[in-house]
């Protein structure tokens, strides 16, 4: 059995499904993550990885399309 991470991303100026799939498609991009899931209620990022994911390359993602990241948070499952 492997271990997975749960990474939490709030993103603050996602207003309609063009900008969370903005967002999806840069973190899917991204070496390492293996799912992602983008909830526009809560104005966040679900991001699932078989390891931790490097933070600053997670919001240099979304900071690039001019976004802000309000908070990250990791959980391992």
């Not at 271990?3 to 207003?15: D, F, P, R």
């Not at 967002?23 to 390492?32: D, Q, R, W």
């Not at 104005?43 to 990885?49: G, L």
Request: with cysteine; glycine share 2%; net charge positive.
């Amino acid at each position: 059995m492997f271990n997975k991470e749960k990474t939490i991303i709030k993103i603050e100026g996602m207003k309609c499904q063009h900008c969370a799939s903005k967002v999806l498609n840069a973190l899917e991009h991204i070496e390492g993550v293996k799912k992602v899931k983008i909830n526009l209620d809560k104005k966040e990022a679900i991001i699932k990885s078989k390891e931790k994911l490097d933070t600053t390359k997670l919001k240099k993602a979304i900071t690039d399309l001019d976004y802000e990241v309000i908070s990250i948070v990791t959980n391992h499952e």
